[in-house]
């Protein structure tokens, strides 16, 4: 765009939004610029921070008409790169499209504009008793638009499912400015497309989703969690399998090694949670309306497989065993900037994936360290790999082909962004690949929103 067209652009845009909104300046727009873990960063027109959804759709139309690309972006905090600007875009900030509306007891719903944070949502309803189906630790800035748009996961898809799983209504604004309403709530409703959940793994490219029905959950009373000590990932999984099979107030199984747990402590200076290291750790979860203390022990107790294990079952001991899981995404970027493989493998596939990562890291990248942890009940595995000196698409290369190989996803909760765009091709077959295209292509045909993601430019 040659300097008029743009200085006539930006006075556009401020005149939908008020010049506060419109930020150009270099210092002001770099948080908006550089994704969460420091490896992705663009340079935008300007960003922008519409406060409601006539704004928004005023803004696309605008950049509709000037062909200005237009990447969405909530808390920044997505690890595939999904929401730092392309080359001339600007950046549609959400974070002014907090509501946080009343909730509706009876139906357990409540509407939120997507900006709204996650800690905001739990905070409005779990006075309520209600709570929202899925949390992560990204939850202070993670926003519902980007929950949704990334179809995240978290710690508890075990017993309520993915991001898309709590989405009962949406709101949008497409690609030629148009608002599309779809909040009946209706819990069966077979009228055709499930428009509403197409967005569900949209990653920014379809529309930008401003409002957005949430189907709550009841909140549990009482939490009990369990750090276990176990020898390796196969006895975990085995414990897992018995624990899902007799103890329904099972919500979260999350794995993590000792590596792992060593630095995370470091970081963050806690104790050791045990008095002696084991290989692997599965941490457990167990809630309900009554305490599901002695059920979780009754299950534990008897398993001779267990090394070690500690419990807690108060607010703070709770939340201390979680730091414990919670820690690493920071306690890896402490280190450098980290390549992130988030991915999946069929669960009988997972102990022999994990045990061949290392052989396949050391012939890429000899140097680099290596820290995982991750889902296990989804066989969700978070590979990342810190201190690569070396080539870094060589490297996602070589561990997403086996995971490839294994039958398994190359991003199972994280989304794929910019960070694994180039690998689509080999993860979905040539119709669906063919079929989310002309899904693209039919909302978007002028492709304004999020170039270069989940398609590669
Ligand atoms: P952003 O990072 O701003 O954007 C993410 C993507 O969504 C981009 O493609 C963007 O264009 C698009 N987008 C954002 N808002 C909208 C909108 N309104 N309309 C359309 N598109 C939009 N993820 C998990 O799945 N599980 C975890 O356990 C987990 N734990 C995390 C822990 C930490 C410490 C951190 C930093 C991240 C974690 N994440 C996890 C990743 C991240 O929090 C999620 O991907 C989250 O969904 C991103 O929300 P956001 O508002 O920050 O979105
Ligand atoms: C997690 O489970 O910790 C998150 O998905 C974040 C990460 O992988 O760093
Ligand atoms: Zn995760």
Redesign the pocket.
Known sequence: MNPPARDAFIAALTKIVGPTHVITDPSMRASYET??TGRFSGQALAVVRPKNTAQVAAVVSLCGEHGVPL?????????VG??VPSEGSIVLS?TRLNNVGTVDEVAAQVAVG??ATLAAVQAAVRPRGLDVGVD???RD???I???I??N????RVLRYGS?RRQVVGLE?VLADGTVMKHMTGLTKDNTGYDLVRL?AG???TL????TVLLQLVPLPAKRTVALIGLADVATAQSVLTGLRLRLPQLTAAELFFDAGLELVREHAGLSAPMPDRHPVYLLVEAADVSDPTDALLFQLEKDVRIRDAVLANDTKGVAALWDYREGH??AVSALGTPIKLDVAVPAAALPAFIAALPLIIEKVAPEAQMFMWGHLAESNLHVNLVNVNGDADRLTDAVLDIVIRSGGSISA???V?RAKAAWLERARSAPELAAMRSIKVALDPRGIF?PG?LFPE
């Open positions: 994704d969460w990447v969405p972006q909530g808390g920044n905090t997505g690890l999904g929401a959400t997507a900006g992560l630790a990204s800035s993670a926003t638009g980007g929950l748009a990334t995240a996961g978290g710690e991001m949008a967005f949209s990653e920014g529309a930008i989703i401003t995404t920071e909760e994280h989304g962004g999020n993601v």
